[in-house]
């Protein structure tokens, strides 16, 4: 490490092992000599398929074996350039109200997407329910959403360039609080005065599912106003029970990202439960009341509880659609019902890489943002959208003739390949194709099968990323770290 003494790089190592054992900032792993999350999600793909009569008692946390492994974080702070960091920040509030007008454009949707659901057995799956839900007429219009945009840094112009945008189930927020405490804490040990930005995403998050609680609650009282027969000596009614489902998956490696967030809710007076995705079936009930209520039976208690808000850790690979027996239906459920989805199905669907891929053509942003009342032809925020497409890159689909023909140029070209990097549609990163090896890997599909994919230009970050990442127990990495930068 550039600056830093042998003692000093010992001092931190030392701090940094007992400050991660002491802030749980820890992975959960469950086969033994296994901590791979790969591994993990494979055991989890494995289980689903058995039948469903076994896949309760098979798949549940406490009946296997587990152990930890600390988090991989970087010994020192990574610098990134402040001007772009606000800038990140500032830009976060149009993506937001950019999606969620993307969620609410039907005919768009449907346009954009129509060549996915004919071959991607997840996207044809959630839009089957999307339009389950649609003809069956919303019960609730709030979406709570935990949207965050990633971004790279492109060493051409020193411009943040976004690499995608986490509309559901994002994951990462209390680590990363928890990281940024950490560096704080050791750089006052070491009396550095340097000035590291603030990270209160656990508060952040339990205050938004909170006040989407409230909303929730609101609406119950609107309600039986609406209902209540015009009677004086009327019994009151008593006040309903109500929580908090957090949807999550077996055999979660992640756990202590999300446990602080429903700590934070409890603190706060709301009860706040789990549900693993293979459960939902039996641990929810949908009312037949006309404002279809869910219910959740939660453990060791004999009333159920009224859900208000549910958020979703799980949902977001095909086998919990395909392979586990009740997953349609229970995600039609719970879209159907009147809680609160954080967010809903038609959000969800925004997550497609083919939907970011649409927005970088000509007019699309203007088209969804100048609906916005906030954004007049006179108001300072028209200014913004130019900033917001500037951290587009090029990115390419099969689907319309025009990008096909550059799609074929690319792949078929050596030079041109080595600049482009090919991402599943559903996929958060972990199975990127790059440059050379596209090519091959396309000829293991059927051409049919490339309309699930996307071939994005390559983000070039700046040759300044060497350092130190320090990983499970004393090994500590020396070399290139590509860094990106989420902001919610």
């Known amino acids: 490490m550039t600056g830093v003494t042998e003692e000093e790089r010992e001092h931190r190592i030392q701090e940094i092992q007992d400050y991660r054992l002491t802030h749980g900032m820890l992975l959960k792993g469950f086969e033994s000599g296994s901590h791979n999350p790969s591994r993990l999600n494979q055991l989890w793909h494995r289980i689903s398929k058995k039948p469903s009569t076994l896949c309760a008692c098979q798949v549940s946390e406490t009946n296997l074996p587990w152990t930890t492994r600390p988090l991989a974080v970087s010994i020192l702070p990574t610098p990134f350039p402040k001007h772009l960091f606000k800038q990140a920040q500032e830009l976060q509030p149009l993506f937001n109200e950019l999606y969620l007008r993307v969620a609410s454009d039907h005919d768009w949707l449907r346009g954009v997407l129509s060549p996915l659901i004919e071959h991607d057995p997840l996207v044809a799956s959630l839009w089957?329910?999307?339009e389950q839900v649609r003809n069956a007429g919303s019960k609730q219009h709030v979406v709570c959403g935990i949207f965050r945009s990633d971004y790279m840094i492109d060493s051409h112009d020193s411009t943040l360039k976004q690499v995608e945008m986490n509309v559901f189930s994002a994951s990462g927020f209390s680590h990363a609080q928890n990281v940024a405490n950490m560096h704080q804490h050791i750089q006052q040990t070491c009396g550095s005065s340097a000035d590291l930005p603030k990270n209160k995403n656990v508060d952040g998050i339990a205050d938004m599912l909170a006040e989407a609680n409230r909303i929730y609650c609101h609406q119950l009282v609107?309600?039986?106003?609406?209902?209540?027969?015009?009677s004086t000596e009327a019994s009151p009614v008593p006040q309903p029970k109500i929580c908090i489902l957090l949807i999550v998956q077996p055999t979660n490696f992640n756990i202590a990202d999300e446990r602080p967030i429903e700590h934070a809710l409890w603190s706060r007076n709301i009860p706040c439960y789990r549900c693993e995705w293979q459960d939902i079936s039996t641990r929810t009930q949908l009312l037949s009341d006309q404002n279809r209520t869910l219910l959740f039976h939660p453990p060791n208690k004999q009333e159920p509880l009224q859900v208000s808000v549910v958020y979703y850790r799980a949902g977001y690979q095909p086998h919990e659609y395909l392979h586990i027996p009740s997953g349609m239906d229970s995600r039609l459920r719970i879209e159907l019902s009147r809680a609160i989805k954080c967010p809903d199905i038609a959000t969800h669907l925004t997550t497609c890489k083919t939907v970011q891929q649409a927005l970088t053509k000509e007019g699309v942003v203007e088209k969804f943002l100048s609906r916005s009342s906030s954004l007049d032809a006179t108001s300072a925020s028209t200014k913004e959208i130019p900033a917001l497409k500037n951290t587009f890159v090029e990115m390419l689909s099969i689907d319309s003739p025009p990008s096909r023909n550059d799609w074929v140029g690319v792949i078929s070209g050596p030079t041109r390949v080595?600049?482009?990097?090919?991402?599943?549609?559903?996929?958060?990163?972990?199975?990127?194709?790059?440059?050379?090896?596209?090519?091959?890997?396309?000829?293991?599909?059927?051409?049919?099968e490339w309309k699930k994919f996307i071939l994005m230009r390559r983000i070039e970050p700046p040759n300044e990323t060497q350092g130190s990442l320090l990983l499970a127990g004393d090994r500590a990495f020396k070399g290139e770290v590509v860094s990106e930068l989420g902001v919610a």
């Open 128 to 130: 089957k329910i999307y």
């Open 222 to 230: 609107s309600t039986r106003n609406e209902e209540a027969l015009p």
């Open 418 to 448: 080595a600049n482009y990097v090919l991402k599943a549609n559903g996929d958060g990163g972990g199975h990127n194709v790059y440059g050379e090896a596209i090519p091959a890997y396309l000829k293991t599909l059927k051409e049919e």
